[in-house]
């Protein structure tokens, strides 16, 4: 949850500074790091939270972020952040009616 809070961050900050001369968009990668931390057998790790610059085409006032691209970046990360609520919300739920305390 915390990479798809920082993703979500800095979606954030590119849409905050579409109009912002010179500057450069960032994303977030996490996906990769996690996934290997599983395939390791190792999923309790916490994984990396890499902050990039991002490679999209720069514009006219020498900024490259592309609104629309933001747009469904941050509507894609939220649907994620619900999914994996939920997922965590089910499981203690389950944890609790099986402890008996539900």
Do not use: W
Not at 4 to 14: C, E, F, G, P
Not at 54 to 70: I, Y
Not at 89 to 99: I, W
């Amino acid at each position: 949850m915390n990479g798809l809070s920082t993703r979500q961050n800095v979606i954030a900050d590119n849409i905050a500074n579409v109009d912002t001369p010179h500057f450069r968009a960032s994303s977030v990668d996490f996906e990769s790091s996690l996934r290997a931390a599983i395939e390791r057998g190792d999923a309790s790790a916490a994984p990396s939270i890499g902050v990039e610059p991002t490679a999209t085409p720069v514009g006219a006032n020498d900024n490259n972020v592309d609104l629309r691209k933001e747009s469904i970046a941050a509507i894609q990360t939220q649907y994620q952040y619900q999914v994996v609520a939920r997922a965590i919300s089910d499981r203690a739920g389950l944890v609790s009616t099986a402890a008996g305390t539900r």
